[in-house]
């Protein structure tokens, strides 16, 4: 069976990156989601295992010390990491495993995975963007400010990402990022393996006849 490739989602905090990964999900059997360990609080409607892990920072630090996370960041205060057993497990199963992280963990996993997928999700303006911090009433004035600050040090980071995909309406969006894995998956440093398969198949053929 085919490994699985990793699929790395960053974008703005309030992008819509959650809604289009579930229903990616909800649409696709491919995909395997890869549910990170936090330190910040539940927000409101959050559920231990199901959005986040949620643990205190001594239980992530000894995860740090047992080099059980894929990579792991600070955001605004709180630590965020991939837990590594289960996104392992997932690739060997032949899933394309999808990380929402942000950016830092996005640059540790290119290290370590090099044919990794980085694509980058933004509502279509600024603008929008704060509409939907605020619509989504579970965060302070002051945590949002934080989140927007965030974002313009984050919009400078976009360039290192493979694709940029503008999440205006939610079912399109979701189709044109399965397109760009299914794209993604034919590039032939995707594609090693094959590669070295029918050259030799080929040279022994040659020889052959
Ligand atoms: P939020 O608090 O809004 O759920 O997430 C804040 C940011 O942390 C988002 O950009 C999200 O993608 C990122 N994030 C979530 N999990 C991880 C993780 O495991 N590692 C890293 N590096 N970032 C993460």
């Given at each position: 069976m085919?490994?699985?490739i990793?699929?790395?989602?960053s974008g703005?905090?309030g992008a ?9 999900l909800r ?12 330190t910040r609080a539940?927000?409101a ?10 643990t205190s920072?001594e239980v992530?630090e000894?995860?740090?010390a047992?080099?059980g ?8 205060g709180?630590?965020?990491?991939t837990p590594?057993d289960y996104?392992?497990r997932?690739?060997a199963d032949?899933?394309?495993v ?5 950016i830092q ?6 290290r370590?995975?090099?044919k990794?997928?980085?694509l980058f999700v ?11 911090l605020r619509?989504?009433?579970t965060e302070s ?6 989140r927007?600050?965030?974002?313009v040090?984050?919009a400078e980071?976009?360039?290192d990402y ?11 969006c979701?189709r ?6 299914q ?13 070295n398969?029918?050259?030799e198949?080929?040279?022994i ?5």
């Open positions: 085919n490994e699985g990793l699929i790395v989602i703005f905090s819509g990156k959650g809604t289009l990964v579930k229903e990616l649409t696709y059997d491919n995909y395997a989601l890869s549910i990170s360990m936090t539940p927000r409607g959050e559920t231990d295992g199901r959005e986040y892990f949620f920072r992530f000894e995860k740090i047992q080099n996370l894929i990579e792991y960041a600070e955001y605004c709180n630590y965020y990491g590594r996104v392992e997932q690739l032949g899933k394309d999808i990380l929402e992280i942000e963990g996005m640059r540790k996993v290119r370590m995975f090099p990794m997928l980085p933004t509502p279509p303006s600024a603008a929008e963007l704060k509409q939907r619509g989504r009433g004035p002051e945590a949002i400010a934080g927007l600050s965030a974002a040090r984050e980071g976009i360039g493979e694709y940029l995909v503008i999440n205006d309406d939610l079912r399109d979701v044109r990022v399965h397109s760009l894995v794209a993604a998956k034919q590039a032939p440093f995707r594609n090693e393996g094959f590669i398969r029918i050259g198949e080929l040279r053929l040659s020889k052959g006849e």
